[in-house]
């Protein structure tokens, strides 16, 4: 059975190494390099694996073979012995989010007993879910002050291995529960796990721990944080941010959050008036069509095209005119696509929503309704006229 040495379960800090082929075969995806020893991260724990390259030649992916890493090439690497070098903004970043979840995880336990249930790093921003869907912004707070001030000690983070019986009789965040040896990560007097992840040496290397977002699921929550390098550039964007609206805004940003709850008080106002004023103008349309509208067998029969640009509610004129005794409201609106709103006087002798069937089924698009009021769409501008005159025939 090959097994590989994961060089990174002893330093983390290592950027290449030199190595010797123990297997090669082809798969899939590419070739299977076993190799003796590596530093390549595969993909575990919730961190993504490792990038880089093996004799020049860039890995694709790690797979966990049992006891043995594969690495997957393009091509086949030369030679017996090779070179492997990570990607190390990639690693450091990885250790930097990984390492500040540690921080983070346990500062919730220490200062709300909130236990971590599982986490994820994402290319983005990273994730822990807690196990109560009762944190408020005080607890979040306190927690991310308590991780950013283990970050400013900078305390020493060690990496060791014992017995899993031995660690568990430890000051474990939480038990482990498979035998053999286990890989222990310590934060100098303040969170001991098991891990196989790659971490900082020191918190300081953390840079500042941000939390970004808060989702609340069923019995959980989700933090979304950023460390590092990361949050230094979530800072920069929320300046640019910040920066383009206070100018936009000619206000300052302290004052953008006053002045745009302002802003959307007036903006909803407005739109409130503008609905009443549509629905004013509706009312007067349906008026001046159904008054000009001739009669036909003891009903007023409308038939209208309106342009997309009189920005008229089709709707709302259609359900006006059927407002009125013994109508019928045959509208269409155009635009891409186009629109029909068929309406009659409630009880009226024709079911619409029949023949707004038979209209779509013959001239394109869909739509349905009941018998007093019946709507659809998808159909060619070119086609509305001829479709209202369809579906008037049908009455």
């Not at 390099?33 to 093996?54: I, K």
């Not at 004799?55 to 690495?71: F, K, R, T, W």
């Not at 979304?224 to 941010?241: L, M, N, T, Y």
């Not at 029949?354 to 769409?377: C, E, N, S």
């Amino acid at each position: 059975m090959l097994k590989t040495e994961r060089l990174y379960y002893t330093d983390c800090y290592l950027r290449e190494f030199e190595a010797k082929v123990l297997k090669v075969e082809p798969g899939p995806e590419g070739f299977h390099v076993y190799l003796d020893r590596t530093c390549f991260y595969p993909e575990s724990g919730g961190q993504p694996m490792d990038f880089g390259t093996l004799a020049g030649v860039p890995v694709l992916a790690l797979i966990e073979d049992g006891d043995s890493i594969v690495h997957v090439l393009e091509r086949q690497p030369e030679g017996m012995q090779v070179q492997g070098k990570i990607d190390w903004p990639r690693r450091f970043d990885h250790m930097q989010q990984h390492t500040g979840q540690h921080v983070l995880s346990a500062s919730f336990e220490k200062t709300g007993n909130y236990k971590t249930v599982s986490f994820h790093l994402g290319a983005e921003v990273s994730s822990i879910d807690l196990d109560s869907d009762r944190l408020g912004r005080r607890q979040i707070e306190a927690a991310e002050d308590l991780a950013n001030q283990i970050v400013f000690e900078d305390r020493e983070v060690r990496i060791f291995f014992r017995p899993v019986a031995e660690a568990n009789r430890l000051d474990l965040r939480k038990p482990i529960l498979r035998e053999g040896d286990v890989r222990l990560v310590e934060i100098d007097n303040f969170d001991l796990s098991a891990c196989g992840g790659t971490h900082a040496s020191r918190t300081g290397a953390i840079g500042l721990i941000a939390t970004r977002k808060v989702e609340r699921m069923k019995g959980l929550t989700r933090i979304e944080f950023v460390c590092g390098g990361r949050a230094h550039r979530a800072s920069r964007h929320d300046f640019k941010i910040l920066s383009e609206a206070s100018r936009l805004l000619s206000a300052s940003t302290h004052q953008l959050p006053a002045l745009i709850a302002k802003q959307s008080d007036e903006l909803r106002a407005s739109h409130r008036a503008g609905e009443k004023l549509a629905e004013k103008i509706a009312m007067v349309e349906a008026n001046g069509l159904w008054q000009a509208a001739p009669e036909k067998n003891g009903r007023k029969i409308v038939q209208r095209v309106f342009n997309e640009e009189e920005h008229l509610d089709g709707k709302k004129v259609a359900h006006e005119i059927a407002s009125h005794p013994s109508a019928v409201a045959l509208i269409a609106v155009k635009g891409r696509p186009g629109y029909l709103y068929f309406s009659q006087s409630p009880g009226g002798a024709a079911d619409m929503g029949a023949i707004l069937k038979q209209t779509v089924a013959k001239f394109g698009g869909k739509g349905g309704g009941t018998r007093d009021f019946a709507q659809g769409g998808g159909i060619e501008e070119a086609r509305l006229a001829d479709a209202l005159t369809f579906a008037e025939s049908l009455l």
